[in-house]
């Protein structure tokens, strides 16, 4: 079944392109949701420093220690382990809802997008980042529910992301006489496939259109993927390769992915991918207080590095 079509903008490809999930997993990261006893504690109120600059401090932090909250926009307002969706993989029994209504601060809609960041915890758990010589790669599977489901807003619904490091020189004011936009001395970004919706509730089409944008091309901007045309499970997934580019694949269903699943290569705001340093997923909604995000399960989040070398310290 043609269950998507590629866009031509995403016509650039790569030689140093593989598929994610090839080589070695690291078990010491990533999660199955199997354990009925897990559970996440939030430690509200949530970190809002996004808005108002508050962190709110301790963050909310799952017992397994693999998962954490963004510390800049906090963390969905549910995080709860249930049943596996039909059609999850074979044997699973266990999976995570995400879901939230207030994506700002608490209370406070401010009816304006926004979004948070629930953290799979890599470079802590494994006492650092994975260097880009060995080719790393992250996997998911995400569980779309019914469009009838969804959030009738139009624009970003989802994301599955990943920070990335980079070597940005610091800038330095005594070698300029004008000013000069401050750059992240850490050089991190975060490249990641976003789920869109165009709604047929504020368009003014008879139908619902949903897609992946892929974040970013070199120039920053954010580039239309492959069309969502049918709803239930899907695997997304990302490579990164020693020549610092970031690979994009999707596909319906909960199989493994292949080369057919392809999507783009890009160098995101031309940065070269030099470490990896934790994957992540952010939930969107209108902040309007009453309409809920809507309900993403995922499940059976893995990191793969596919060459040898020393891999990070363990935990």
């Known amino acids: 079944m043609n269950c998507f079509l590629v866009a031509p903008a995403l016509a650039q490809s790569s030689a140093s392109a593989f598929v994610p999930g090839r080589g070695t997993e690291l078990t010491q ?26 962190q709110n401090t301790p963050i909310g932090k799952s017992k397994n220690g693999r998962w954490f909250e963004g510390i800049k926009r906090g963390q969905p307002d549910i995080v709860e382990r249930v049943a596996t969706p039909p059609g999850g993989l074979p044997g699973s029994q266990g999976a ?36 880009i010589s060995q080719a790393p790669s992250v996997t998911t599977r995400v569980y779309l529910p019914p469009i009838d489901q969804w959030e009738h807003r139009s624009g970003p619904h989802f994301a599955f992301r990943a920070a990335l490091e980079t070597n940005v020189p610091k800038f330095n004011p005594k070698r300029f006489f004008v000013s000069a936009k401050k750059r992240d001395e850490e050089g991190i970004y975060w490249p990641g496939l976003f789920i869109i919706l165009e709604s047929k509730h504020d368009s003014g089409k008879p139908h619902d259109y949903a897609y992946f944008r892929v974040r970013a ?24 390769s020693t020549d610092g580019l970031v690979h994009y694949y999707a596909k319906p269903g ?37 309409n809920w995000t809507t309900p993403w399960v995922v499940d059976d989040p893995k990191v793969f590095v596919n060459q040898g070398g020393r891999i990070a310290s363990r935990r």
């Open 29 to 54: 990261v990533g999660d199955d949701f199997e354990d009925p006893s897990w559970e996440y504690i939030p430690n509200n109120p949530k970190s809002t420093e996004d808005i108002n600059e508050q």
């Open 96 to 131: 995570l809802l995400l879901q939230s209504l207030y994506t700002g601060i608490p209370n406070r809609p401010s009816y304006q997008m926004h979004q948070e960041d629930f953290i799979g915890n890599v470079q802590y758990q494994l006492g650092g980042p994975i260097d």
């Open 217 to 240: 091309d070199s120039n920053g901007g954010d580039t239309k993927g492959p069309q969502i045309t049918t709803t239930g499970w899907w695997t997304l997934g990302m490579s990164f």
């Open 254 to 290: 909960v199989e493994d992915l292949s080369e057919a699943d392809y999507i783009t290569s890009q160098m995101p705001y031309g940065y070269r991918c030099e470490r990896f340093r934790a994957f992540f997923y952010n939930v969107v909604n209108g902040d309007d207080g009453r």
